[in-house]
């Protein structure tokens, strides 16, 4: 298991019949993570840089989150937690991946506290 900060946008597309996602690209900032992630499900990885700053204290604090390549910007997002619902909340969802000339579908799993809030994103 490997931990990094990673910013990965997402298309929503269908698969026979199917939803999935495909991802575009993905930023990472281990660059161990990069090497071994291309080869297993085929989709862009970069090394990028990310800061993350908290605006206040506790669980419902506001946060600022920078991710840069090289001395270039590629997101900016600021958000502002309200509301907190109760419970921990499971989501699935597919990936669907051109690799080695076929499909690969990946199943990603996540578990999640959810917030509601607002938040603004630029991803340049």
Known sequence: ?????????????????????T????????????????ALWGIPKQFAKFKVEGKGLGRGAAFEAHAEVGAQPIAFDQSRPRLALPGWWRFQA???????????????RARARLKIGSTAWLLA
């Open 1 to 21: 298991m490997l931990a990094y900060n990673a910013l990965l946008p997402a298309v929503r597309v269908r698969l026979n019949r199917r939803r999935r996602f």
């Open 23 to 38: 991802i575009t690209h993905i930023w990472l900032d281990r660059l161990s993570s990069i090497a071994g992630a291309r």
């Open 94 to 108: 597919h990936t669907a991946h051109s690799l080695a000339g076929s499909v690969k579908i990946t199943r990603a």
